[in-house]
């Protein structure tokens, strides 16, 4: 027999599957690393969402306490280092991932980063996972992944960089990006994002390879902040008014957050619902305040609590009537209407005073919340979000009325996403000033100088702890 025929008998099985295997397949295996499987598995599979599903299986699952951390910690964190891990086991095995069997793959991710980026002992780490594939595949397919999870072990993280990475004197950003677990191009996206400065680059690359805590916002009007953190546990925000530091725990099962009276939002995402209700105008706010892009509807929640205290009315547009009707779920109760249109042609009535359009992006500025989506995202995709991007911008500014403003908004650094689509809808739209959006975004929280320079604001996570989220402050001519 060839080594090609065994390694293809070994990967999926062969004749090893036989009855006296049985009693081995049905041994019991620990349900967070099936639940970690399970979801690695489904994202692989189906492109299915890691933060969606696993929350939903572990209630399922009734999988809590240490036992939910663990499988958060596995599934978070395989599913964003996937492209290191995959370079390492390609090593090890002998062979391009792509050629191991989907479901081994699975598992090698889920072992690989046990032994490589946790302190979780490497006889654990492996002999979980051939049990894994043991009570599935067999003993042919388990003695495969046990081999070459011990040549992994073999090695740490680093002699494995060492080993595998660019080398950073020839080439700094694909060292940082194999470092740090990110596709290349990326990589040179934040460093062109970030002025070409290594050090901001490293730390930018670092804090996205981390896996951050929940931040909570706590909805104007229903409570405060400070009795958010009271009944969470958790810590007060240090940019908005509204943040909630939740270290730990599922917000899903706080009194406040199934009652509607708070959200699960990053502290970004509020600063730019908050910049538009802060920013000035020319003449009197009418109350005309405009969600274009609302889906799925964090924002428009917030700016809707606002709205109901200032005595305004918010409209919120989504294109799709199955996430409209979401958005009108969570906006229950507030001062907001739900349109379903296209934000590029709405059919509203010009004239509103305030308008948000936080267009679809690239999710750039959100990786580290959204861990397989560094690996899904292609460079070819950013042309067309930018035409839309544009389009949505050109039509906010043909609704506002003048002496109103538009903030433009994208969790993405990505300059052709953000600074680039601004100047271009300056250039053509005519009668339109840039402002500095600064003081919008620090309130009386913040010194605005720390902000950057103006005028727009991107924020970072080294910088902030928030998500990568742009905003820039655009006035109609009075």
Known sequence: MSRDDRRRRDD?????????????????????????????????????????????????????????????????????????LDAVIASAAGRPVAEIDGELRDVLRLGAYQLLRTRIGSHAAVSTSVDLVRSEKGMGPSGFVNAVLRKISQRTEQQWLDTLAPSITDDLIGNLAMTYAHPRWIAEVFAEALGGSAGELQAALAADDERPIVHLVARPGQISAEELALVSGGEEGRYSPYAVYLPEGDPGQLDAVREGFAGVQDEGSQLVALALTRAELVGEDGGRWLDLCAGPGGKAALLGSLAGLDGAHLDAVEISEHRAGLIEKVVDGLPVTVHVADGRATGLEPGYDRILVDAPCSGLGSLRRRPEARWRRQPSEIGELVELQTALLTEALRLVRPGGVVVYSTCSPHPAETTAVVASCLNTSGETTQLDARPFVAGDMVDPESLGPGPYVQLWPHRQDTDAMFLAVLRRDA
């Open 12 to 84: 999926r099985g062969g004749r090893d599957k036989k009855p006296q295997d049985k009693k081995l397949r049905t041994k019991e295996l620990d349900p967070e690393r099936v639940v970690a499987r399970d979801v690695l598995r489904a994202v692989r599979e189906r492109d299915a969402y890691a933060n969606l599903l696993l929350p939903k299986l572990l209630r399922e699952r009734r999988i809590t306490g240490r036992d939910a951390a663990l499988a958060t910690e596995l599934t978070y964190g395989t599913a964003r280092s996937t492209g290191l």
